[in-house]
């Protein structure tokens, strides 16, 4: 029980809960066969759990709401905050926004093939989370300057309007913005509340305890969702009740957490091989999603380094086999394969296939072969690529994420 008289008590009280919840994550990852059984998952298990921290103060202590900003990286940013395994094509970026206020969105699309802005009520975590909206921005018409205004307000509004929960002074908005090679032009997005409002309305978050504490509690429920949710749930997710590996699992457009995107179907496994193993993922016929893609992650369901390893391809990086399918080798070593897949030295980890605003469900087939026999398995004409010309991609790939993040 909080002693009121004792100065700082509820902050104090609020700080040991974080802590406890702490210890919490950490006896929850402990407790699962990838940590007792795998030294180096053991070792990243930790690492990621000083990243689920770190994410809880970037999106629930950090954010200012007297002047809103779209965040890009210190949200879901390859490689640094991966939990969930976010795709590197994606962008995303996050923002947070009260319900009982109007804000515009500015946005200049540049050469993002698909754009998405999904409203959450509340940051995950918080009892009361779920999903409220999903937009689709590249459904509306650029003004003459190229750009295009966005009216964001729980008040329904004329023109291009995004519906925020009114109950919420916290209500998430996370962008999927869409590329096919990070060199390209990503536009920009600008954010700015536009409700009047005195200089001192949101003094309180800053500089009051129960507006802190109520903070403290909302990291607690977002590095415990993380946790639970993403590091944890998903492998378990991903093998089913049959604990089944190397074999692809059908999500139709659904929700697997509120943050999940019901635009995509999502195929996902766990794959297991040894070094001199691979695995070959195959679609009988390209995919008429407007994006799609395969991405490799480790146990923990974090992206795996994608500036100096190929660890995602997407459709304008595979090639098509001369009988119409698309076949993927994942693998520890480089099959000189041009659709190829690193492990980055993991014996298990995860494979995800996206295919965005698709009429088609398809799943890929999956097939676990000798590493040397993969020349007599693919078709001939499998297209392959030489040292320098991998060298090459990953290099293009590495300048395009510097692009992005500054970094």
Same mark, same amino acid.
């Given at each position: ?53 770190? %994410? ?62 999904? &409203? ?13 909206? !999903?937009? #689709?921005?590249? !459904? ?31 209500? %998430? ?43 403290? !509690?909302?990291?607690?429920?977002? %590095? ?6 993403? @590091? ?11 604990? #089944? ?12 957490? #509120? ?22 993922? +195959? ?14 992650? @480790? ?20 090639? =098509? ?8 080798? =994942? ?20 494979? &995800? ?7 088609? #469900? ?38 395009? %994420?510097?692009?992005?993040?500054? +970094?």
């Amino acid at each position: 029980m909080t002693n009121s008289n004792v100065p700082g008590a509820a902050l104090r009280a609020a700080w040991d809960r974080f802590r406890a919840a702490q210890e919490e994550i950490r006896q929850w990852t402990e407790n699962t066969g990838r940590f007792k059984n795998n030294p180096r998952d053991r070792a990243k298990a930790y690492h990621t759990l000083f990243e689920a921290t770190a %994410m809880a103060y970037n999106q629930a202590i950090a954010p200012r709401m007297h002047q809103p900003r779209i965040y890009s990286n210190v949200a879901w940013q390859t490689d640094i905050y991966t939990l969930g395994q976010n795709g590197p094509d994606l962008f995303y970026a996050t923002t947070y926004l009260d319900g009982k206020m109007d804000y515009k969105l500015t946005v200049r699309f540049g050469d993002l093939v698909y754009v998405l802005a999904q &409203v959450v009520t509340f940051l995950s975590g918080h009892p009361d989370s779920k999903a409220f909206g !999903n937009h #689709e921005l590249m !459904n509306f018409a650029p003004n003459a300057d190229g750009k295009v205004e966005f009216l964001l307000s729980a008040t329904q509004k004329q023109g291009n309007w995004i519906p925020l929960y009114a109950d919420s002074s916290y209500n %998430m908005v996370l962008f999927r913005r869409f590329l096919k090679d990070p060199n390209d032009d990503h536009g920009e997005f600008r954010i700015e509340r536009i409700s009047p409002i005195p200089r001192d309305h949101y003094d309180s978050h800053e500089f009051e305890e129960a507006p802190m504490v109520e903070r403290i !509690n909302r990291a607690i429920q977002f %590095m415990r969702y993380l946790v639970q949710f993403f @590091n944890i749930g998903l492998y378990d997710f991903y093998v089913g009740n049959a604990g #089944e590996k190397n074999k692809m699992r059908f999500l139709p457009r659904t929700v697997t957490s #509120e943050i999940a995107s019901p635009s995509s179907n999502y195929a996902m496994a766990i794959y297991s091989l040894e070094d001199d193993e691979a695995l070959i993922i +195959e679609l009988d016929k390209v995919p008429d999603g407007i994006y799609w893609g395969f991405q490799t992650g @480790n146990v923990w369901s974090r992206s795996l380094d994608v500036r100096y390893s190929q660890t995602n391809l997407n459709m304008t990086q595979l090639a =098509v086999d001369k009988d119409g399918a698309v076949r993927v080798v =994942v693998s520890r070593k480089d099959p000189g394969i041009q659709n190829w897949l690193d492990t980055t030295g993991y014996k298990e980890g995860t494979v &995800v296939f996206r295919n965005y605003r698709t009429e088609l #469900e398809p799943v890929p087939t999956t097939t676990r072969v000798k590493f040397a026999d993969l020349n007599a398995v693919l078709p001939r004409t499998t297209a392959r690529v030489t040292p320098e010309q991998r060298a090459k991609s990953i290099a293009h790939r590495g300048e395009g %994420m510097w692009k992005l993040y500054g +970094e």
